[in-house]
Every structure is written in C-alpha cells, then in structure tokens.
C-alpha cells in the first residue's frame, strides 16, 4: 500500500530521546524473527460480497548462504491468509498488551492503529488502542496526517512497548489514528498498517519499526523476508533478521535497489507470447507487499487486458470468462536479465461469486517520470523476496 505523503503538524523536541530503549531485554543478538502471515479477502473481495463496489473505486488509483534450512537462530511470525491476496499478522501494544492485526508493508514506513479517540465509521469495526490502559504509553503530541493512495489518516504520535512474535519488545513511536477518511479500512477485517520501506517514507523526525530493530541490535543482520502462501490460509511468514530457505526452491537472485524509497529496482523488459509489450527501454518496478494487485501505466495496462480478453462488468471492474483462463499466456517480468513469469492462474481472480477478474490496474504517473509498476502479492506469493538493508537489495528466488 504505498504511501504517498506525511504532515508532521509540530517538530518533535528531542529526537534524540525518541527511543526509550529496550524493555525486558531478550537475548536475541543471534536471532532471526519469523512471523506467521495469514492471508484475507482484500477490500475489493469483501465489498463485491456485500454489493458495495459500484460505490466504491476498484483498487483507488495510486500517485506514486544458500543451503541453510529450518535455521534454530530464526524466529518466526506467521502471516494469515484470507482467501484474495492479503496477509495479516499480530502485533501488541503497550503493557498488559493489546493485540492488533496489521499489513506488513513494504510500500510504507509507519506504524498506525485506530484509537480509542477515533469515532470515524471505519475506526469502531476495528480493534482501538486505548493509551490509558498502558503503563508504558507516552504521549508524543505531534498532530500526525498520513495520506495513502487509497485514504487518508489524522492522528497523534505516541510511543509504547511494541512487541512482535514472542521475543521482540522494544519502545516504538507510531501513529494513534483519531479519524479516517470516508471508507477508508471500513469494510476489511485488518486494524492497522506496519510500514517496512525506508527511513525517506516515514513521517519526519521518527524512526520506523525495522531501522528500530537495527539500531537495538535486536536482530542478527539487517534484512527481511516474505514467504506468501497462495494454497492455505496458515502458513505464510515474514521472517526478521535472517533467511530460511526452505521456503523457496534454487538460488536467491538479487537486484540492486535502484531508488531508496520505496523497495524499487529496475525492470528489463515486460512480455507476453513472446512480444515486449510494456517496459521496452527498461523501467521501475516497486515490490509492494501492501498491494493485492499488478499496478502500471495506464495504455500498458490496456493493452494487457485487450490480449487477456477482459470485457466490463459493473464499475471500474474488468472479467474474463473463467473457461479461458487454462488457455491464456503467462505474463513475464524480465528483471536484471531472469524472467519471472505469472500465470493466468495467478493473474485471474475467481471470486466466490463464480465470476473470474483480471487483477491488472492503472498507476498515476506523473509526465516525465520513468515508467514504474507496482508488484503486488499477486507476483510476491509466486516469489519469495529478501529485502536486505545492509547491501540495498532484493533478492527473488521461486516459492515452494
């Protein structure tokens, strides 16, 4: 879910005592986290199952060592899958903790969860963090504005013990949202967002989550990474800290960062049975594990749903009739000279409602800015990514 602007209403007095320091210390400089990831219905799937999409955009245009296996120094957080693409895991805040489901997203960097102050429609279908409940909250008092391509968010900055999986607890700034945008989180059973992108990102003068865990030594090398599991609702992880691969097939190949914002790289080139179709001179591609979809450049993504047969169905939606999914071609992303192809199979949503969607969507792009595309988990559950803050790159190898 890319972000795409902060405002940070008042400066924050000291930065420099930002970070409280670690609470009950764990002994985690030789350990990597793992987090089990579960997936769940986007917000597209939960609103064409209450008739709700006609009122709603489809996706809202965005602006823009190789051998170890089952490593004991790893420490694991699952991700929940619901069924279209999304991945959830569990978080706790403050002491005694209180536990929200959030995205892990790698096309943001803060961290927000609805308060108990927020009185938005959507904020009271969620799980609210209540400060007075927590021994160990501080209120930062700087007004917070996060704008994302699909919403916007009005909060205060506050600072509390986070704690992720069973062993990471540290002290962590993050956002109490006080009101959201109209529809924005109303219809989709997350509580909030936990950004992963780089430092540029994040609302200024904070520190995001992973640069925390970093600065705490909290975890043994300075990387992370998806394991998204298309055939099960269990058994997704984000892994903090190290690798386990056992989770992907042959040799991690990686790509350098070309731009340290957003987790962005340079494409090669982008086909279709054998014919460039998008991408021809080269092009930016952002992995965005916050995105259900394939996202880029309007006349590009035209002509992809021309040859993939798409026809209109209701508003801003695009079907293909599901007894030609088997026949269509895959689309290949060729990325520093490897091709990464997505089936139809991948490509082709088929809703509970029998009917079946493409699940490519537009990107606004500025004029003059080189042509970038989003992949979304439709290409990062075919792919288990590493994204490696040390060395500034993303390596891509084959999920099992």
């Known amino acids: 879910m890319l972000r795409t602007q902060s405002v940070l209403s008042t400066s924050v007095e000291d930065r420099s005592m930002k970070w409280l320091g670690l609470l009950g210390l764990v002994a985690l400089s030789e350990c990597m986290v793992i987090i089990p990831i579960t997936q769940m219905k986007s917000m597209r799937e939960t ?16 602006s823009l060592s190789q051998n170890a296996t089952n490593d004991q120094n790893i420490i694991y957080h699952p991700l929940r899958n619901y069924h279209d693409f999304i991945y959830i895991g569990t978080i706790a805040i403050g002491m005694p903790p209180q536990e929200f489901t959030v995205i892990f997203d790698t096309g943001s960097s803060d961290l927000w969860v609805p308060s108990i102050h927020c009185h938005s429609p959507s904020c009271l279908t969620h799980n609210l963090f ?13 007004r917070i504005d996060l704008i994302y391509a699909s919403g916007r968010i009005e909060g205060v900055l506050g600072q509390d013990v986070i704690q992720i999986g069973n062993l990471l607890h540290f002290n962590q700034t993050f ?49 992370f990474a998806f394991y998204l599991s298309s055939r099960r609702e269990n058994g997704s992880v984000l892994m903090f800290g190290g690798v386990d691969h056992s ?13 340290t914002h957003y987790w962005q790289i340079t494409m090669g080139r982008i086909s279709m049975n054998g014919e460039v179709i998008a991408c021809k001179r080269g092009c930016q591609a952002i992995m965005d594990t916050g995105t259900t979809s394939l996202l880029g450049p309007r006349r590009h993504i035209a002509k992809i749903q ?16 599901c007894n030609i999914t088997s026949t269509l071609p895959p689309l290949i992303f060729t990325i520093k000279g490897i091709d990464y192809p997505v089936p139809a199979q991948a490509y082709i949503y088929e809703s509970s409602q029998g009917l079946c969607y493409s ?17 979304g988990n439709v290409f990062l559950k075919l792919y288990f990514s590493v994204y490696d803050r040390e060395k500034y790159r993303i390596g891509l190898a084959p999920a099992v």
């Open 247 to 259: 989770y992907h097939t042959g040799k991690l190949n990686w790509v350098p960062v070309s731009q």
């Open 306 to 321: 021309r040859l993939i047969r798409v026809r209109p169905f209701g508003s801003l939606q695009h079907t293909v009739p």
């Open 359 to 375: 699940t490519f969507r537009n990107v606004k792009q500025p004029k003059n800015e080189a042509e970038t595309w989003v992949l």
């Open 130 to 142: 209540n400060p007075h409940k927590s021994t160990t909250f501080k209120l930062l008092d700087n």
């Open 175 to 223: 956002t109490l949202s006080q009101k959201l945008s109209k529809d924005f989180f109303q219809n989709i059973p997350f509580d909030g967002i936990l950004g992963l992108g780089f430092p540029s990102l994040a609302i200024q003068g904070t520190t995001p989550l992973f640069d925390n865990l970093k600065k705490l030594g909290l975890i043994p090398y300075p990387l």
């Open 47 to 62: 609103l064409r199952e209450r008739n709700l999409l006609t009122n709603f955009s489809e996706e809202r245009p965005y």
